[in-house]
Nanobody
Framework: QVQLVESGGGLVQAGGSLRLSCAAS????????MGWFRQAPGKEREIVAA????????YYQDSVKGRFTISGDNAKNTVFLQMNNLKPEDTAVYYC??????????????????WGQGTQVTVSS
């Protein structure tokens, strides 16, 4: 089992940057595929980015490609989401999640086994 705690959310103007962190305790996060999801009011939870166990393969939602970067630090057992050139439509609660199944990468919320509590990101225009 793994426990996930997100941090780094906040209020930022459009064009600004934030870095979200997801600290994992329990089993090392390199045992899992890690994902960042977001959920805006009235919308379904959606994948933002994912990284495989080795850290060599990543997945990004089309709307964040070129702006967001997912990465991991094994020594700190932490996964990051660097978000640049933020837009108002990026406003949402952002969640970190871990997948322990057989797939090399996962992107569907229902596939993930462990979730953090979420951190609010608000981008003003």
């Amino acid at each position: 089992q793994v426990q996930l705690v997100e941090s780094g959310g906040g209020l930022v103007q459009a064009g600004g940057s934030l870095r979200l962190s997801c600290a994992a305790s329990g089993r090392t996060f390199s045992s899992y595929v890690m994902g960042w999801f977001r959920q805006a009011p009235g919308k379904e939870r959606e994948i933002v980015a994912a990284i495989n166990r080795s850290g060599r393969n990543t997945y990004y939602q089309d709307s964040v490609k070129g702006r967001f970067t997912i990465s991991g630090d094994n020594a700190k057992n932490t996964v990051f989401l660097q978000m640049n050139n933020l837009k108002p439509e990026d406003t949402a609660v952002y969640y970190c999640a871990a997948y322990r199944g057989p797939q090399s990468i996962a992107t569907i919320p229902d596939e993930f086994h462990y979730w953090g509590q979420g951190t609010q990101v608000t981008v003003s225009s």
